[in-house]
């Protein structure tokens, strides 16, 4: 079975300064990593994914995260948050070995950047 | 850039009742989904679909749920007797193929409410 935790239901940070959203998993095989965003009445929209190569990927928006094997961790991060990044922010994993390609969810971390 | 829709942004149906949720995924994209989220609670895998067959289910997904691909363009999830419980926002995602993409692109969702 896979699963993600995302220990922090919400973040605060100022804007200008790094952001990190926090992401275990746990799966039986490999996993496929990817963060979500979601604005208010707004689908996820993919921000990045690691699949397999450099633990560090680079996404959209400035975004990047850290693929950490023997942590099981893929941590978001952002050197300098912007009012914008204001969101709701998931992490999800797919086991390679799954037979499916169903995404399992964290819970999800509110990200609120203040000026 | 293209994007997956879904109708109605929000249904409001009374319990027993028959829904019928709509999505267009994007138009080249050959695998689609459904996740539903409880308010609060995680985004949960529904049902996978490709070649014009479930690929995959979950244990939610059962005997009152029904999902079709009527044309070329359309993929909707049908709940046949509604329950209170299955008042959640329902997502659509689409994939461009099984194997070579690995990310979902998601709709903004439909909020169903059931009274």
């Known amino acids: 079975a896979q699963s993600v935790a995302q220990p922090e239901d919400q973040v605060n940070v100022a804007e200008g300064n790094p952001l990190t959203v926090k992401c275990t998993y746990s799966?039986?095989?490999?996993?496929?990593l990817f963060w979500y965003v979601q604005y208010p009445n707004r689908g996820l929209q993919f921000l990045l994914k690691?699949?397999?190569?450099?633990?560090l990927v680079k996404g959209s928006y400035g975004f990047e995260a850290e693929f950490n094997k023997s942590q099981t961790s893929f941590h978001l991060k952002k050197p300098s948050a912007l009012v914008s990044d204001s969101a709701l922010y998931f992490c999800?994993?797919?086991?390679?070995?799954?037979?499916?390609?169903?995404?399992?969810f964290g819970g999800g971390t509110r990200v609120l950047v203040k000026p | 850039e293209p994007e997956v829709t879904q109708t109605p942004s929000h249904q409001v149906t009374q319990m027993g009742q028959e829904v019928i949720l709509r999505c267009v995924p994007i138009?080249?994209?050959?695998?689609f989904y459904w996740y539903r989220q409880i308010l609060g609670q995680k985004v949960e895998f529904l049902v996978s679909?490709?070649?014009?067959?479930?690929?995959?289910k979950s244990e939610i997904f059962d005997d009152q749920f029904s999902v079709e691909r009527p044309d070329g363009s359309n993929f909707t999830l049908k709940i046949r007797s509604t329950k209170l419980e299955d008042s959640a926002m329902y997502f659509c995602?689409?994939?461009?193929?099984?194997?070579?993409?690995?990310?979902?692109?998601f709709g903004p969702g439909t909020r169903l409410t059931v009274t």
């Open positions: 690691y699949i397999t190569g450099d633990n």
């Open positions: 799966v039986s095989g490999n996993p496929y």
């Open positions: 138009s080249n994209h050959l695998y």
């Open positions: 995602a689409s994939k461009e193929d099984p194997g070579q993409t690995y990310e979902q692109y």
């Open positions: 999800a994993v797919r086991d390679i070995k799954a037979a499916g390609n169903k995404l399992t």
């Open positions: 679909f490709y070649n014009n067959e479930i690929s995959e």
